[in-house]
Nanobody, 122 residues
Framework: QVQLVESGGGLVQAGGSLRLSCAAS????????MGWFRQAPGKEREFVAA???????WYADSVKGRFTIDRDNAKKTVYLQMNSLKREDTAVYYC????????????????WGQGTQVTVSS
């Protein structure tokens, strides 16, 4: 069975940094586009970043220049380095795996992790 497990969330001050990890098992990791989405209370799940190959990445405009997505296929892990964090980045962050469709929309992702909470304080 497929499992995606996020970690690395926590409480951080505005302007600070966090690095999220998503460890995958039970799937052929290298053939999947891996993505990060986030969801704040009362809001829709929104796209954050995605990666296919090391230099083939997508970012939401709201995080471009601040967040960096990377993957380690040997470890079957995808990372999200978050710098210059803002209060509006507060959300539960989810890792997903996709084989087809637009990487920018949640319906393209077949598998999801349980999420990790990121809270940015002022």
């Amino acid at each position: 069975q497929v499992q995606l497990v996020e970690s690395g969330g926590g409480l951080v001050q505005a302007g600070g940094s966090l690095r999220l990890s998503c460890a995958a098992s039970g799937l052929t990791f290298s053939v999947n586009v891996m993505g990060w989405f986030r969801q704040a209370p009362g809001k829709e799940r929104e796209f954050v970043a995605a990666i296919r190959h090391s230099d083939d990445t997508w970012y939401a405009d709201s995080v471009k220049g601040r967040f960096t997505i990377d993957r380690d296929n040997a470890k079957k892990t995808v990372y999200l380095q978050m710098n210059s964090l803002k209060r509006e980045d507060t959300a539960v962050y989810y890792c997903g795996a996709s084989l087809t469709g637009s990487v920018l929309v949640a319906v393209s992702y077949r598998y999801w992790g349980q999420g990790t909470q990121v809270t940015v304080s002022s």
